[in-house]
């Protein structure tokens, strides 16, 4: 299933002008994310931009801290120790080229059981342009399903293969109700997938993912992404 990401990771995701005022402030940042990471596998690897090596921990229910990327077009090797040698790299670890243009970005981390060396995949979603504010949430659809929700007080609806953004589902920090559907290859009945009570922060920024794990129902990740307030913090603003 994940070998169709790519058709969706290559187009170009969004933040409000604000965000992107705050990010780019800041050299080039992206931020880790690894929702099916295998049992056993190391918490900590290596992301080498082809200069400096930044030592990345890994965690299967959050983000990583915020990497800072030197700018330009860089391919990007994911290893499990330093790369000292850039010119001798195994060729298993994976690699992921990013254009000078993409300056502030998500890797999304998925298995790859046929890369003995290193058994992941990087998948970049671009958070360069168009809009994304605070208390609202990115929604990726890794499925051939529709996918609907009610969040709180708003609605989702995100088409198979494709993105979304819902509202804030409270006005304030608060917790709400949940509750998804998907139409099973988007045809035919809706069924349910979940329906649970959620943690809402007014002062953050989300991610959901929705991916098939080949079972009889998708799978539902989301992630709060503190990255703006961290910028904003560290340029010594407020947003």
């Given at each position: 299933?994940?070998?169709?990401?790519v058709?969706?990771?290559?187009t170009?995701?969004a933040?409000s002008?604000g965000f992107?005022?705050?990010l780019?402030?800041s050299?080039r940042?992206?931020r880790?994310?690894?929702?099916?990471?295998?049992?056993?596998?190391?918490?900590?690897?290596?992301l080498?931009?082809?200069?400096?090596?930044?030592?990345?921990y890994?965690?299967?229910?959050?983000?990583?801290e915020?990497?800072?990327?030197?700018?330009?077009?860089?391919?990007?090797?994911?290893?499990?120790?330093?790369?000292?040698?850039?010119e001798?790299?195994?060729?298993?670890?994976p690699?992921?080229?990013v254009?000078?243009g993409?300056?502030n970005?998500?890797?999304?981390?998925?298995?790859?059981?046929?890369?003995?060396?290193?058994?992941?995949?990087?998948?970049?979603?671009?958070?360069d342009e168009g809009?994304?504010?605070?208390?609202n949430?990115?929604?990726?659809?890794?499925?051939n399903?529709?996918?609907?929700a009610?969040?709180?007080?708003?609605?989702?609806?995100?088409?198979?293969?494709?993105?979304a953004?819902s509202?804030?589902p409270?006005?304030?920090?608060?917790?709400?109700?949940?509750?998804?559907?998907?139409?099973?290859?988007?045809?035919?009945n809706?069924?349910r997938?979940?329906?649970?009570?959620?943690?809402?922060?007014?002062?953050?920024?989300?991610?959901g993912?929705?991916?098939?794990?080949?079972?009889r129902?998708?799978?539902?990740?989301?992630?709060?992404?503190?990255?703006?307030?961290?910028?904003?913090?560290?340029?010594?603003g407020?947003?």
């Amino acid at each position: 299933m994940f070998r169709t990401i790519v058709i969706l990771v290559s187009t170009i995701l969004a933040v409000s002008p604000g965000f992107a005022d705050d990010l780019r402030k800041s050299e080039r940042t992206c931020r880790l994310v690894f929702p099916e990471m295998p049992s056993g596998f190391p918490r900590f690897v290596h992301l080498f931009d082809g200069k400096d090596n930044h030592r990345v921990y890994l965690s299967a229910v959050n983000f990583s801290e915020v990497v800072k990327l030197r700018p330009g077009d860089i391919t990007l090797v994911m290893a499990p120790e330093p790369i000292s040698d850039p010119e001798n790299i195994p060729s298993g670890y994976p690699r992921l080229s990013v254009g000078e243009g993409v300056r502030n970005f998500y890797l999304f981390l998925s298995p790859d059981r046929d890369n003995k060396s290193m058994p992941l995949r990087m998948n970049l979603i671009n958070l360069d342009e168009g809009k994304f504010k605070i208390g609202n949430t990115l929604w990726y659809n890794f499925t051939n399903h529709l996918v609907q929700a009610r969040l709180g007080k708003s609605k989702l609806s995100v088409g198979a293969r494709k993105f979304a953004i819902s509202e804030a589902p409270l006005p304030k920090s608060g917790y709400y109700r949940a509750e998804f559907i998907f139409q099973p290859q988007s045809t035919g009945n809706f069924r349910r997938i979940t329906e649970q009570q959620w943690w809402f922060d007014e002062n953050c920024r989300y991610v959901g993912f929705v991916v098939d794990r080949g079972g009889r129902l998708p799978k539902i990740y989301f992630f709060r992404d503190f990255r703006s307030k961290i910028e904003a913090e560290d340029d010594g603003g407020d947003e």
